[in-house]
């Protein structure tokens, strides 16, 4: 179908959105936000590769097909599905955005014969659209992996960049992707292995829409904005001037926080910790051990609440184990890291990890309350743009203490570049000697801030050779985006690898 004019001309935040996105070109962009672009692709290949090796990603091969397949849309589907479940999925302000804003151009670049440059900027403008539009339904119902907005949009983004589609087409598979989008049950979220389909299940609604939208089926330009629309729904707060506030000037990608392991969200700091004093605790005996205290901030206290209803021993779903504050925690203090093999068997039977689980006991910290909301990402900036509207989300995410005790909110930012993502812990081991020791961090390993914008480069290495890939295509990433069409091919044949046999993989 040609698209005309009158398409083109349609008012509403989809259509200012797309036509900003449609025309965003490789000279566009900022070095920095192309290097943390790059490191990005790379980290996501790496969860890939990683939910490969586990048993539930052979399941999904099973049921779907390999990652690179002839078919990109199935291909995409794949992808997005083996990268997430697994917490090793990177974030920003706001959302969980790699598993669609990666994995999508991924495989329309291969089938494309896109360029690395072209390749690099689909992700970008993936990441612009998906977590703006994420931005504006923060303060609502779904966060994290639940909030499956983020893929729909980052699926629609990051396909149709690489197809150079009109601005028109991107209104319309924007407004079909987003016109009945999945409402998550925490139930079956948490209780089952129904969170290896979460990302897969919108990726395909969006390669749907794409399909629809190139076929002359319409969407509706104003359906985020409109009283009967998306953020209706899907927002308690709607932040309809997040969509398009600051195009080209405030990036998103900046916020990117990177994951090193498999947790969180809102456990990596005490993760983290836990890894720090492993050798403090070397010849000690889990039954030497009498207590585990995590202090954290309200959020991590949500998360723990919410997860070890479902993570209570062996029998947990493997995909519910990521998000178990106890189980995490226990484990990276017991084995110095924290990797995707203790997410199967015969780590998941393992009676001392569980016995030391039992022995973790989470506590709020008012001040690691107050960093968290200081930060950019989770929710910071979306409550400081909400002003005086935030209290309502406050309110019911908190009580009426955590409106106390933030005080009035600070003016959103104007740069995103020094963006932050504070998720704090201190973990205090004690020993029934009378001995303790503790740990403490504000910002994890890979979080958005001054360290990992220093060296986002070497920490996604570090995490894609842990996974089994190799040197050389590890380094070959830092130049991802001056590649033509037969170099980024071949490395992404051979950054993804084979689907390993069943002695592969980490059971």
């Known amino acids: 179908m040609k698209e005309t004019e009158e398409q083109t001309e349609r008012g509403g935040l989809l259509a200012e959105l797309a036509e900003w996105a449609a025309a965003l070109r490789p000279d566009d962009l900022p070095p920095r936000v192309v290097e943390l672009a790059q490191s990005q692709v790379l980290s996501q290949l790496a969860a890939?590769?990683?939910?490969?090796?586990?048993?539930?990603g052979r399941?999904?091969?099973?049921?779907?097909?390999?990652?690179?397949q002839d078919d990109p849309a199935?291909?995409?589907?794949?992808?997005?599905?083996?990268?997430?479940?697994?917490?090793?999925d990177d974030t920003a302000y706001a959302g969980h955005l790699s598993?669609?804003?990666?994995?999508?151009?991924?495989?329309?670049?291969?089938?494309?014969?896109l360029s690395g440059a072209e390749l690099v900027t689909a992700v970008i403008v993936a990441n612009e659209c998906a977590a703006r539009v994420t931005a504006a339904s923060t303060l609502g119902p779904f966060r994290g992996q639940m909030a499956v907005q983020t893929s729909l949009v980052g699926a629609v983004s990051g396909r149709l960049h690489c197809q150079g589609a009109p601005a028109a087409r991107w209104t319309d598979a924007l407004g079909l992707a987003l016109s009945m989008p999945p409402w998550t049950l925490h139930h079956a979220f948490l209780s089952s292995d129904a969170r290896v389909l979460s990302v897969l299940a919108p990726v395909r609604m969006s390669m749907d829409a794409c399909d629809a939208a190139a076929a002359g089926l319409r969407?509706?330009?104003d359906l985020l904005e409109h009283p009967g629309g998306f953020l209706s729904r899907f927002a308690d707060v709607p932040l309809p001037d997040a969509v398009t506030c600051g195009l080209g000037r405030l990036w998103h990608t900046d916020t990117l926080s990177f994951k090193v392991r498999p947790a969180g969200p809102g456990i990596d700091a005490a993760v983290d910790c836990a890894v720090e004093l492993h050798p403090a605790l070397r010849g000690v005996e889990p039954s030497q051990i009498s207590e585990i205290v995590v202090e954290a901030s309200c959020y991590t206290a949500y998360v723990g609440r919410l997860a070890e209803k479902y993570a209570a021993g062996p029998g947990a779903p493997s995909s519910t184990l990521p998000l178990s504050l106890r189980y995490t925690v226990a484990t990276a203090l017991l084995s110095g890291d924290l990797t995707v093999a203790d997410y199967a068997p015969?780590?998941?039977?393992?009676?001392?990890?569980?016995?030391?689980?039992?022995?973790v006991r989470l506590v709020?910290?008012?001040e690691m309350t107050r960093e968290l909301f200081r930060g950019e990402a989770p929710f910071g900036e979306a409550v400081r743009r909400a002003g005086p509207r935030g209290a309502e989300w406050l309110r019911a995410f908190g009580g009426e203490e955590l409106l106390d005790l933030l005080g009035r909110p600070g003016d959103p930012a104007d740069d995103y570049a020094h963006a932050t993502k504070r998720t704090p812990a201190r973990v205090t081991v004690q020993l029934a000697?009378?001995?303790?020791?503790?740990?403490?961090?504000?910002?994890?390993?890979?979080?958005?801030?001054?360290?990992t914008r220093a060296r986002h480069r070497d920490l996604m290495r570090a995490k894609f050779l842990s996974t089994g890939g190799d040197v050389e295509s590890a380094a070959s990433f830092g130049e991802l985006f001056d590649m033509n069409a037969k170099e980024l091919g071949h490395l992404l044949e051979t950054a993804v690898g084979s689907v390993p046999e069943e002695s592969e993989t980490c059971q």
């Open 48 to 56: 890939i590769r990683a939910g490969l090796a586990h048993p539930r």
């Open 74 to 88: 199935r291909s995409a589907c794949v992808l997005a599905g083996l990268g997430s479940w697994l917490n090793l």
């Open 219 to 221: 969407g509706a330009a």
């Open 99 to 113: 598993n669609s804003t990666v994995s999508v151009p991924v495989a329309y670049a291969r089938a494309l014969g």
């Open 346 to 359: 015969p780590a998941v039977r393992d009676a001392d990890r569980w016995a030391l689980a039992e022995k």
């Open 433 to 451: 000697d009378g001995r303790t020791v503790m740990r403490e961090r504000t910002i994890p390993v890979g979080g958005a801030g001054p360290d």
């Open 59 to 68: 399941d999904l091969v099973r049921a779907f097909g390999p990652p690179l």
């Open 364 to 366: 709020h910290d008012p």
